[in-house]
């Protein structure tokens, strides 16, 4: 169920950024406050996780690549899905990219009513 909002544009455009669009190429293009971060997704595994890269745009970029990885994870005893969340990137507080993925995980959660 939680899936299809994590693989696909429309459903990354409900929750996760401004919009969402995917082109020709499968690039990804995640719109945040009317600027574009390119991504690929380099890795996925249906109903498991998905991991995106974003484009370099430096060649330090190209060297050490940011991406994020969100995975649903079960579990077994009270068969409750849970979301973990991988983010390499260059932000450094690290207090503020947990209250940035917790706002979006808290998006998520009021448009799939959980």
């Known amino acids: ?9 429309s459903g990354l455009a409900q929750w996760f950024a401004d919009d969402v669009t995917i082109d020709e190429d499968k690039v990804y293009n995640f719109i945040w406050d009317d600027e574009d971060h390119k991504a ?7 109903n498991h996780y998905v991991k995106f890269e974003f484009l370099p745009e430096t060649p330090e970029d190209e060297e050490d690549p940011a991406y ?5 994870e079960l579990n077994e005893i009270t068969q409750s899905v ?3 969340i991988t983010d390499y990137s260059e932000m450094e507080d690290v207090e503020e990219l947990t209250d940035l993925w917790q706002g979006l995980i808290d998006n998520l959660k009021e448009t799939v009513g959980g």
């Open 1 to 9: 169920m939680l899936y299809p909002y994590l693989n696909s544009a």
């Open 40 to 46: 690929k997704m380099v890795s996925h595994r249906t």
């Open 68 to 72: 994020f990885e969100i995975r649903l």
């Open 82 to 84: 849970f979301i973990k």
